[in-house]
C-alpha cells in the first residue's frame, strides 16, 4: 500500500462530508450490530468510503457527480473480483432517510431469518425477534436486547402482538415513547412500553 495513498485516505477522513459523517457516527465503535467498520480505507488501487472485512462488504456514500460513472462500474467490478459486496447510497438518502438505510446494511450483514410461527418460542424464533430487534440507535438496541432476554418468553399473545407492533415503528418513535416523550398511540402498548422503560 503506498505512503501517498494512505495520506489522501487520512486526508479524506479528516473532509468527510455531511452524509458519510452522519452514517460514520452509526457505523463506528460497532455501533450496527457489534461489527467493525473502517471508513475512507484504501483497497488495492482505490479508497473506499467504509468497509467491514468479517462481512466483505463496502459501503459507499455519493454525490450526483458518480451518476452513471464509469469509473465507479470499473472499480465496482474490481472490488467484487475481490470478494466483496457493494452498497452504494446517495447523500441525500443518508441525510434524508438514514434509518432506511441503516436497516439496507443490516439486512445485507444478516438477512431476515424467515418469519416463524410463534408457537413453541423455539430458538429460530426467538432469533427472528433478536433481528427484528437489532437497531441503528445504540441505545434503543441496547434496551430491546435486555428486553427480549428478560421478557420476551413469558409474555402473553396480546403482548406479543404489542411488541410486534412496537418493533414496526421507526427507532425515532419507539425511543421517544419509551422514554415518555411521546405517548403510545394504542391503549395495548402501555405495558409492554413500561417492561421496555425497566429493561
Known amino acids: 500500500m503506498s505512503s501517498s495513498r494512505n495520506a489522501f485516505a487520512k486526508q ?5 462530508t455531511d452524509a458519510e459523517s452522519l452514517l460514520w457516527y452509526h457505523l463506528r465503535g460497532h455501533r450496527l450490530c457489534g461489527m467493525k467498520f473502517k471508513r475512507q480505507q484504501p483497497l488495492g488501487d482505490y479508497i473506499v468510503d467504509f468497509v467491514s472485512f468479517e462481512k466483505r462488504l463496502v459501503i459507499e456514500v455519493d454525490g450526483g457527480q458518480h451518476l452513471e460513472s464509469e469509473a465507479d462500474k470499473v472499480r465496482d467490478a474490481w472490488l467484487e473480483g475481490q470478494g466483496f459486496r457493494i452498497l452504494r447510497f446517495w447523500n441525500n438518502e443518508v441525510l434524508g432517510e438514514a434509518e432506511t ?7 445485507e450483514i444478516s438477512p431476515s ?4 410461527s410463534r408457537e413453541g418460542r423455539g430458538e429460530k424464533s426467538l432469533e427472528r425477534v433478536r433481528w427484528r430487534c437489532r437497531r441503528g440507535l445504540l441505545e434503543l438496541d441496547i434496551v430491546l436486547g435486555r428486553f427480549v432476554e428478560q421478557r420476551y418468553a413469558s409474555l402473553d399473545e396480546a403482548q406479543l402482538v404489542a411488541f410486534d407492533a412496537l418493533l414496526d415503528m421507526p427507532d425515532t418513535v419507539l425511543w421517544d415513547m419509551i422514554t415518555g416523550r411521546e405517548a403510545p398511540t394504542q391503549e ?10 425497566a429493561a
Do not use: A, Y
Not at 12 to 16: E, I, T, V, Y
Open 101 to 107: 438505510v441503516l436497516e439496507r446494511i443490516l439486512q
Open 188 to 197: 395495548g402498548l402501555r405495558t409492554v412500553l413500561e417492561w421496555l422503560k
Open 113 to 116: 431469518p424467515p418469519p416463524l
Open 12 to 16: 479524506l477522513r479528516r473532509n468527510m
